[in-house]
């Protein structure tokens, strides 16, 4: 089969001859895929910012697809079936995964991603067939009503923004500020609407992102010195009730922490990986500040988000920039690393 295969930064290559994935274990799903994207997440191995990824690591874990062959221990799902699959892989059965922390499942993976996440790397979707693990769990059927685009946003993006905006325990009537507008961010935006906010601001540093999150509805604020002023100006001198990071960066978390209003919250959603922030305790002492983390769990919320999609509450398919086929894959991830992309999906 065809597959994207990571080399080294700013490497990307299709390979043509990878052998087919095929049923390994009784709970394992053959899917072929219909669709793919590209996250942000995958942008740290391409720029080089994880220097343990390992060459030839097919990357990818935004996908949907066709099941083509189940395990013996599979229930629910049949060949022939329309899938989505959750980017988290884990196996339903543990401690964790019972209390819906599928992130911490003991057996945790992620697609396309090496051993990052868990300690068993999974081959990625960003190919023409892809190995489920724990397939019951990780895959779940696309409704009638619900085309591969929307649902492939649910597998992850969407669900994150869910879970930032959540997390962010939005209220009906708050003035939610969303720090960083990439698609996430975008999602978050719309998903704090969903949960009753009244104004949404939108802070990101890029016009272009600006510009798609004011046609989302919220008023869009640049990055940059001064913001917390800014903020405060918006806000009656209070700064946000709510803020959303979901950019994963120390300043777009130190801005967050800044701009938030005394006894607000903070949710941070971004794929934090520093180990030097200067983290400003007496301001958030000060402030009474609840900081969270979260991480996006579709296994969790993907029937919810589906519910969501079917009645027409949201349409997430508004953050995709670019339709490109597989072969054109290591252009798509030129441009949504020079920021020319907002979202890319890719077809077979």
């Known amino acids: 089969m065809r597959a994207l295969q990571w080399h ?110 868990g300690t068993t790397a999974y081959p990625g979707g960003h190919a023409e067939y892809v ?62 609407w969903l949960l009753g906010a009244a104004r949404v601001l939108a802070v990101d540093p890029l016009e272009r992102r600006r510009r798609l999150a004011a046609g989302q509805g919220a008023h869009p604020v640049p990055a940059g010195e001064g913001l917390a002023d800014r903020i405060r100006e918006l806000t009656g001198g209070r700064g946000a009730d709510v803020v959303l990071e979901a950019a994963g960066t120390d300043a777009s978390l130190l801005s967050a922490l800044e701009i938030v209003r005394p006894a607000g919250v903070v949710c941070a959603v971004g794929a934090h990986a520093s180990t030097a922030m200067p983290m400003p305790t007496g301001l958030a002492f000060g402030k009474e500040i609840t900081l969270r983390f979260a991480v996006g769990d579709p296994i969790r919320d993907r029937e919810a988000l589906m519910n969501l999609v079917r009645e027409d509450r949201i349409d997430p398919t508004f953050v995709i920039s670019h339709r490109l086929a597989l072969a054109e894959a290591a252009e798509a991830f030129r441009l949504f690393d020079a920021g020319e992309a907002s979202k890319v999906v890719l077809i077979p």
């Not at 994207?37 to 697809?65: K, M, N, Q, W």
């Not at 591969?148 to 969407?158: K, S, T, Y």
């Not at 939005?170 to 704090?192: I, K």
């Open 131 to 192: 190995r489920v693990p724990f397939a019951d769990v990780v895959l779940s059927p696309i409704p009638d009503g619900v085309g591969d685009e929307q649902a492939l946003l649910i597998g992850d993006v969407l669900a994150t923004g869910y879970a930032c905006a959540s997390g962010g325990r939005v209220r009906p009537g708050d003035t939610v500020a969303v720090v960083g507008c990439g698609p996430v961010g975008l999602l978050a935006l719309r998903c704090a």
């Open 8 to 117: 080294g930064p700013h490497h990307v290559k299709l390979a043509e001859d990878i052998p087919d994935p095929r049923v390994e274990a009784p709970g394992d799903a053959v899917v072929r895929v219909v669709t793919s994207a590209i996250c942000g997440t995958d942008l740290h191995p391409y720029r080089g910012e994880i220097p343990s990824f390992t060459p030839g690591t097919v990357t990818g874990h935004e996908f949907t697809g066709v099941i083509e062959a189940v395990g013996a221990e599979v229930r629910g799902l049949r060949p022939g079936d329309r899938v989505l699959a959750s980017d988290v892989i884990a196996c339903g059965r543990c401690w964790y995964c019972h209390r819906g922390w599928h992130y911490q499942c003991e057996r945790v993976g992620l697609f396309g991603y090496d051993t990052v996440v």
